[in-house]
Each structure stands twice: as structure tokens, then as C-alpha cells.
RNA sequence: GCCGAAGUGGCGGAAUGGCAGACGCGUUGGACUCAAAAUCCAGUGAGGUCACACUCGUGAGGGUUCGAGUCCCUCCUUCGGUACCA
């Protein structure tokens, strides 16, 4: 008997697929294709922690599957390199960033093989490689050139110390996250992409895709489309008026105050009308320090500020009403400015009670003395005028018709979908390509010129006044304009993060092209991405702006579908013991490195795929992982317990059956928990019955190899089966060998178990009730009572209803 | 706050509206051993009983149903996202 010695076998079967070439993907388009994507990782300082191998090792076992199934696999891997920590850590150490991502992708590569995954190496890409990024420029030039990208000023959070523009993370209470300075949000012009502008095409490609559909709705939300009305507002004593948005138009006549953001352009063009300038000032001020997230929230105290000497008239029943500022109101959705109805809208009653402004009820059905009334299906309208008596459907149609007649309103669909802003003030990111020019304006460089690479510099701290590092390195700053050829500059902005990683996976098709982003017919073949697994984290923003950019490619004829990903799945996240999030901070990380030192790299794969749901987040455990140690041990003795015979026995027949349907439905559907709890039945059958085949032994070897492909390998090479299993075809299975012949029934009293029986599993629920019609056990169980009601669920049970 | 999820033994979890707790961990007992570890076999939701019987039990409270962990309503707690973290 040998030993189970997995360093041994692990190393020598991931030399073989390495020098076998065994999992690189070959363009044969005869085959039927099949593309498993996982995200790929940001290369952290801190390596790998057991919560990276979960997704990989997941779509590793479908690509392990489908490979066996006849499939051309794309399985590939790569690195979304730019980012902060790198920068932070690079500035802190005075190391260049490049260099820092260099270690740590070695770092991150050496940890991903030991665990053995069917990647195909030779397709490996870096989004900090100027060959990849000049593709992320182009796709840029391309959405400039389309009129999608666009400069304005936005507020960037700025260290009032550090003199540097911070991520909201690095925001900790209104304060820096380093030196615990005041941050104050500094407005910038930065560049934004016009997401917008496809707004529904994002929520209509949801219907042809197969995304989990908690996923879809999280899509939809976030775009946020709505159906309401713009409505003017006459200012008095000017010509002017106040346009506001509201989903609500229906409420019109219930609007008793109005509240404008405290950005609002209306302050400063009457500023010598306004008696309390000075106190709005101030106020703006303070909310300029305030988060969106921040102003918004609904459980805080409403604050706000009267505008004295401006008023404003509701169009529909002429009353004159007063204007707030508050800073609920966000200049970035809708026009900045509401009109507050605060029977209807908690916010609003929220601030009227709080400021005693008039509440007027327009929609029966709740009670306004206690709370906003907001049910739309069941109010009907009343103090309205003209749309008295109509539900809040039909009077939103009618009172829009009378707006629209009026030409004081307008039928408005808004989307809470914000542009995105493209700019950061770094050094760590891709260069946008683009040249001012004091007479061009902006100039795109010539693709010819890209990929416009990040010069070398020795300081990477940015500037005083928030502007990037690269500002400062006027060499490369100070260029000639492309079209006129006059001295100009260049941005010095990058782009962020989410732009390398929103087109990824179409570089893993062609990741060597110079002449293009990937070649046509090589996109015609792989794409849509069949399969795409990541956290749950990612399915709004990346998400959103990859599909954003795909559509965008499709439009300009680039891409031949119009949604990137046929199918998108996400994973919970693994925790440490102490069930927190693994941090460095928390001291609870758990390398996989340790684990496979001392268990190796298929107990490793195993138990994180069997620790728990997929879909949920899981606490890690070592004692877990010993489980599954003892299992794999358990599968290697197995080869003791071979014999002669073929085929299945009749004693496993059933149970092999059964396994191979519940596996292959398992592995397709996430379910890797209950598939090698499956497996682990299937051996103390096995051991119960003390001997398998050798026809039983390749058939339970393949089904484990996508779990732990080094120790199935060695097991099938050790006991002289044909070739390798990477070479095999998946079992298949016999529906009718699943069924068995008799089933046990339970025989239920008013729904209590009282007695258990055996039948033929193909008896009817009549030929069951029947049965039990003539049972002398049930007959005695029922005789002190009347029977209502029998019913039969066929190879379940009987519940008998009494008296 | 808003949007999206999740709450089941000591722990991770399983369960097309049909016997709650598969499988694993832990634990208890036994076998093997001089002994221990490893391994193998058996038990293991709580209460109750010599043993049965029986009672209770899927975050809380209601409801629908012959039957609810599963469907509906209200609430509580935890997690993810919240637009410059990745």
C-alpha cells in the first residue's frame, strides 16, 4: 500500500500539465466553446488569503467539467494591478509602483499554481502593461470621439493636510484616514463618461441575460429609472421660475414649501434679493463638508434654511409658498430642487414637522396627523382641483396632460444613474490621452501615438492644490498639439481602476494583438463570456461600467454581442474564524500556503468548496479542513479495496448512478457542498460494502477531478487506467437506474408521523390509499375517530384528517 | 437612510409545500495499542423515560394550508453595495 503524500504527487502533476501544455486553449473553432471567467485579483502586497481560491476554484471545477464534457474551455487569468495600495505603499517606501506590482504578481502567481487550477497561463494579462493599456486608451479615445466623455466640475474629497484627493474610503468621519486632518470636498474639472446616455439600454440588456435575479434588480435599482414630471414654478416678483423634478406629480396641489440644494444657481442670481445671504452661506459651507451619503440619510435631523425675500407660486392653485435650502436635496439629481408635498413624502414631513410648515393631505387613505401617507395603489385624491377622485395612476396622466397643455410642465423620466466621473488625481493609472490646446481645446492624441506610457518620476506625492503627481513632470506635460502642432499640455489625470478591469475579458481572446483590441473572428468565436463568478461586492459598479463599455464597443461595431456576460454568479466572502472580515488589522488571515504545506492543495480546493453555501459568507475552520484530508485519505485507500469485475455492482449500481446525476446537476449549479457531500456518501457505501470494481473506481475518479485533480490523476495513473483523466469523457447516467423499486412512506395523523411502511414506488395515490384502507396497524391508529380526509402524495406520504 | 441578501443542533451546513438536521467538524462509547496518535465501528437537536411513549424545536409575532424552514404580512439582528477601496 503506498502513502498519500500530496507534496509529492501535487508537484509532479502540475509539472506534467505544465510541460503537457494540458490546459492551453487552442483556436480550434470546430469545437463548441466555452468561456468560465472569474475576476481577477488585485495584486496585493499581503498575497493571497483563502478567500481568493473560492471563485477560482469553483470555475475551475466547471472548466475541469466542461473540458470533459467535449467543451473548447477559454479558463484564463490576469491582474488588476493599478489601485491605491500599490501607490500609497510605493510613496510611503520610495519604490516605484511598477516595481511593487512586479513582486507582487510573482508573488500572487507562484501561490495560484501551487493550488493547481487549468489556467491557461500563455494568455495571462496585466493592466499596468503599456500593451494592455493602450487598448483601455484607445477604448477611451473611442468614447471621446463619440461624444461620451465630457469634462465638469466635481467635488473631490481633499486632505486639508496631506494636500491630496482621497477616496471616500480614506474618509473617516469627515476626517483623513492617515492624519486625521479635516477633509473638505474641493471642486475639480474632471472628466466623466456619459453612462447615462445608456441608461436603458443597460436595463433593457438585462432581459437577455441569465444573471442570478437578486443581481438584475440590484442593476435596475441603481440606474434607478422613473416616470414623473418636470414642473415649473413661477418665482415671485421675477420672470423667472423654479424647475423641479417629481415622481409624484399627481401631489401637485399638496406642495406647500419648496427646498432647492444649497448649490442651487438660484441663490447667486438673486443674491441681492435674498435679505439672509450670508446665513445660506454659511450653511452651504457646512454641507459642502458633508458625504452624499451623509446628507440623505433619513434617520438623521433634518436641517435647512428659509430664503427670505424669495417666494414661489404653485402653478396650480396660484398660492404663494416659501423656498428651503436644505442639503437633502442633491444638486446632482433632478434639477436640484423639489417641491415639497409633505403628506406624501416621509422626507418632506419630516421637515415640515420639524419647521411647522403646512401639511396638506391630497391622498386619502392614511393618516397625516401621524406620518407621510405614500401608498400609491390604494389613495385616491382629494383637495386636487381637477384630478379630485382618480387613483395616483390616473391622476399623474391627467394632471402631465394639463401641464404639458399649459406649457408649465413637462412628462420627465429621470434615472438616478449619475455620470461617471473618469479622473483621479494619481500617478498609478492609465494616462488619458488626451492634449490641450489654448486654440484646439481638447485633442485626442492619434492612435498611432498610443499607448501614451506613465513617465518614469521619483516623487509620486501629488501636488499641493490636489493636482496629479504627473503635473509636475513637465517633460511630458509640455507636448505639441496633434492638430495644430502649437506647444500644449497634456491631462494629467488618470483614469481609475474600474476602466482596465471593464473590458478584460475580451484581451484574454487575442491578448497578444498589437493591431487591435482582439481579432474579429477570435471575438466572433469566445464571446459572450458563458460564465462569469464574483463577490457580490462587484455587481453594481464593475459590473455596470463593463456592460456600459461592451454596449458602447457594440455600437461602434467592435464587439459582436451587446452584452458581455451570458451568465453571472456571485460568491460569499470567507472569513476568519473569529467569523470577521480576514484582515492584516484583525490578525486573521489564513494563507493557503500553510493549508497546503501541510494538507495540500486538493484539500485546500476541497474544503473550500465544501465549507458552505456558495452564495453565503462562511467562517474559515481548520478543523474543516482536516475533514476533508481524512476523506481524500479515505478515496486513497480506496485502491486497496479494487477487484475483478466490471461494470457496476449490484449493489453500487443505484448509488453510482445517483451520484453521477446529483454531481453533474451539483457542479453546474454552484451546489460543490452538497456534490462532495455526495461523494463522501457514495465512499461509506463503498467502504460498507468493502470492494469496487475497477469500472466504479475511473467512474468515482472522474467525478472527484474537478475537486482535486492531483490526487485523482495519481490514483487513476497508479492503478494503470488508460492515459490521464484530463483525457476522459464525463460519466454518464441512467434515469431509470436513479429510481428506486420500493420507497418508505410515512403515514401521518392531522399531519403527525404515526407510522412509517414500505411500497412499490410506482403506486398511484389511490392504489396508496387503497393500501392503507386495508392496513390493520392504521385501521387500529383511526378507530377511536372519523376520518374527514385522506391524502396521498405518491412516494411520500399519507396524512389522514380526524376527528 | 436607500438598494440587495441572510438568520436552521455545540459549529459549517442539507432539505421540488410533504419524516427538519444529509454530509462534515466537534463530542461520547467501543475495537486496535504497553500507551498515545492515527484508523475502524457505533451513538449524538432539546426535554423526558430503565427503555419506549410523549412534548418542544428552523431569529420574533401573526396568517394561508390537510401539512410551512420553505408561501404571505409585520418586526428584530447580521452582512454586501451606496458612485475616488478593490
Same mark, same amino acid.
Given at each position: 500500500m503506498k502513502e498519500y503524500n500530496a507534496k509529492i504527487i501535487e508537484k509532479k502533476w502540475q509539472e506534467k500539465w505544465d510541460a503537457l501544455k494540458t490546459f492551453k486553449v487552442k483556436d480550434n473553432h470546430d469545437k463548441p466553446k466555452y468561456y468560465a471567467l472569474i475576476e481577477f485579483p488585485y495584486p496585493s502586497g499581503t498575497g493571497l488569503h483563502v478567500g481568493h481560491p473560492r471563485p477560482y476554484t469553483a470555475l475551475d471545477i466547471v472548466a475541469r467539467k466542461r473540458r470533459l464534457d467535449g467543451y473548447n474551455v477559454l479558463f484564463p487569468m490576469g491582474w488588476d494591478a493599478f489601485g491605491l495600495p500599490t501607490e500609497n505603499y510605493a510613496i510611503l517606501n520610495k519604490v516605484h509602483p511598477a516595481e511593487v506590482t512586479k513582486k507582487n504578481i510573482a508573488r500572487f502567481k507562484e501561490q495560484l499554481k501551487s493550488i493547481g487550477y487549468s489556467f491557461d497561463w500563455d494568455r495571462e494579462i496585466n493592466t499596468t502593461d503599456p500593451k494592455y493599456y493602450k487598448w483601455t486608451q484607445w477604448i477611451f479615445l473611442k468614447l471621446f470621439e463619440n461624444g461620451l466623455a465630457y469634462k465638469k466640475e466635481m467635488n473631490i474629497n481633499f486632505c486639508t493636510s496631506c494636500k491630496v484627493g482621497l477616496a471616500n474610503e480614506e474618509v473617516v468621519n469627515g476626517k483623513c484616514e492617515r492624519c486625521s486632518s479635516d477633509v473638505v470636498r474641493k471642486l475639480k474639472s474632471q472628466w466623466m463618461l456619459k453612462i447615462t446616455d445608456y441608461a436603458d439600454k443597460l436595463i433593457e440588456g438585462l432581459d437577455d441575460v441569465d444573471y442570478l435575479e437578486n443581481i438584475k434588480t440590484q442593476q435596475k435599482n441603481w440606474i434607478g429609472r422613473s416616470y414623473g414630471a418636470e414642473v415649473d414654478f413661477a418665482i415671485t416678483g421675477t420672470d423667472d421660475s423654479l424647475r423641479v423634478y417629481t415622481t409624484r406629480p399627481d401631489t401637485l396641489y399638496g406642495a406647500t414649501y419648496m427646498v432647492i440644494s444649497p448649490e442651487h444657481p438660484l441663490i447667486e442670481k438673486y443674491r441681492n434679493k435674498i435679505s439672509n445671504y450670508d446665513q445660506i452661506m454659511a450653511y452651504e459651507a457646512e454641507a459642502a463638508g458633508k458625504s452624499d451619503l451623509e446628507r440623505t440619510e433619513l434617520n438623521k435631523d433634518k436641517t435647512g434654511v428659509e430664503i427670505i425675500g424669495l417666494t414661489a407660486v404653485n402653478p396650480v392653485n396660484e398660492k404663494e409658498i416659501p423656498i428651503w435650502v436644505s442639503d437633502y436635496v442633491l444638486m446632482t439629481y433632478g434639477t436640484g430642487a423639489i417641491m415639497a408635498v409633505p403628506g406624501h413624502d416621509t422626507?418632506?414631513?419630516?421637515? /415640515?414637522?420639524?419647521?411647522?410648515?403646512? #401639511?396638506?393631505?391630497?391622498?386619502?387613505?392614511?393618516? #397625516?396627523?401621524?406620518? /407621510?401617507?405614500?401608498?400609491i395603489e390604494t389613495g385616491i385624491l382629494v383637495n386636487s382641483g381637477i384630478i379630485n377622485g382618480l387613483n395616483v395612476a390616473e391622476a399623474k396622466e391627467k394632471i402631465i396632460a394639463y401641464l404639458e397643455e399649459k406649457g408649465i410642465g413637462t412628462s420627465k423620466v429621470n434615472y438616478k444613474l449619475r455620470d461617471w466621473v473618469f479622473s483621479r488625481q494619481r500617478y498609478w493609472g492609465e494616462p488619458i490621452p488626451l492634449v490641450y490646446c489654448e486654440d484646439c481645446g481638447w485633442v485626442p492624441l492619434d492612435e498611432s501615438e498610443?499607448?501614451?506610457?506613465?513617465?518614469? #518620476?521619483?516623487?509620486?506625492?501629488?501636488?499641493?492644490?490636489?493636482?496629479?503627481?504627473?503635473?509636475?513632470?513637465?517633460?511630458?506635460?509640455?507636448?505639441?498639439?496633434?492638430?495644430?502642432?502649437k506647444p500644449a499640455k497634456r491631462e494629467t489625470d488618470t483614469m481609475p481602476q474600474w476602466a482596465g478591469s471593464s473590458w478584460y475579458y475580451l484581451r484574454y481572446i487575442d491578448p497578444d494583438n498589437d493591431n487591435e483590441l482582439a481579432d474579429k473572428e477570435k471575438l466572433t468565436y469566445w464571446t459572450p463570456v458563458d460564465w462569469y463568478n464574483g463577490g457580490m461586492e462587484h455587481v453594481t459598479l464593475h459590473l455596470l461600467y463593463s456592460r456600459f463599455w461592451h454596449r458602447f464597443l457594440y455600437d461602434i461595431g467592435v464587439v459582436p454581442t451587446k452584452e458581455p456576460y451570458l451568465k453571472r454568479t456571485a460568491h460569499g466572502m470567507i472569513l476568519g474564524e473569529n467569523n470577521e472580515k480576514m484582515s492584516k488589522s484583525r490578525g486573521n488571515v489564513v494563507n493557503p500556503d500553510d493549508v497546503i504545506d501541510e494538507y495540500g492543495a486538493d484539500t485546500l480546493r476541497m474544503y473550500e468548496m465544501f465549507i458552505g453555501d456558495f452564495e453565503k459568507s462562511v467562517p474559515w475552520s481548520m478543523n474543516g479542513v482536516k475533514g476533508c484530508r481524512r476523506f481524500l485519505d479515505r478515496v486513497f485507500k480506496l485502491s486497496d479495496m479494487l477487484v475483478d469485475g466490471e461494470g457496476y455492482t449490484k449493489e453500487l449500481e443505484s448509488s453510482f448512478h445517483k451520484a453521477i446525476k446529483k454531481v453533474t446537476n451539483d457542479f453546474e449549479t454552484l451546489k460543490f457542498n452538497t456534490a462532495i457531500a455526495t461523494l463522501m456518501a457514495l465512499t461509506n457505501d463503498i467502504y460498507h460494502k468493502g470492494s469496487l470494481t475497477r469500472d466504479e473506481f475511473a467512474t468515482f475518479l472522474i467525478l472527484l477531478n474537478p475537486v482535486s485533480p492531483h490526487v485523482t490523476e495519481e490514483l487513476w495513473e497508479m492503478n494503470g487506467f488508460d492515459s490521464m483523466i484530463s483525457d476522459q469523457q464525463w460519466p454518464k447516467y441512467d434515469e431509470e437506474k436513479t429510481i428506486d423499486s420500493q420507497v418508505e412512506i410515512v403515514i401521518q395523523l392531522n399531519g403527525k408521523v404515526k407510522h412509517k411502511m414500505m411500497i412499490s414506488s410506482d403506486l398511484s395515490s389511490k392504489e396508496m390509499i387503497g393500501l392503507v384502507k386495508s392496513d390493520k396497524d392504521i385501521i387500529e391508529l383511526v378507530k377511536d375517530s372519523t376520518v374527514i380526509k385522506v391524502i396521498a402524495v405518491p412516494k411520500k406520504l399519507i396524512n389522514i384528517v380526524v376527528k
Open positions: 422626507r418632506d414631513y419630516e421637515f /415640515a414637522r420639524k419647521f411647522d410648515l403646512p #401639511i396638506i393631505e391630497v391622498v386619502k387613505g392614511g393618516n #397625516i396627523e401621524e406620518e /407621510a401617507f405614500t401608498d498610443l499607448p501614451l506610457t506613465l513617465p518614469e #518620476i521619483d516623487n509620486y506625492e501629488p501636488t499641493e492644490n490636489g493636482e496629479s503627481p504627473l503635473l509636475k513632470i513637465t517633460d511630458w506635460v509640455n507636448t505639441t498639439c496633434p492638430k495644430c502642432h
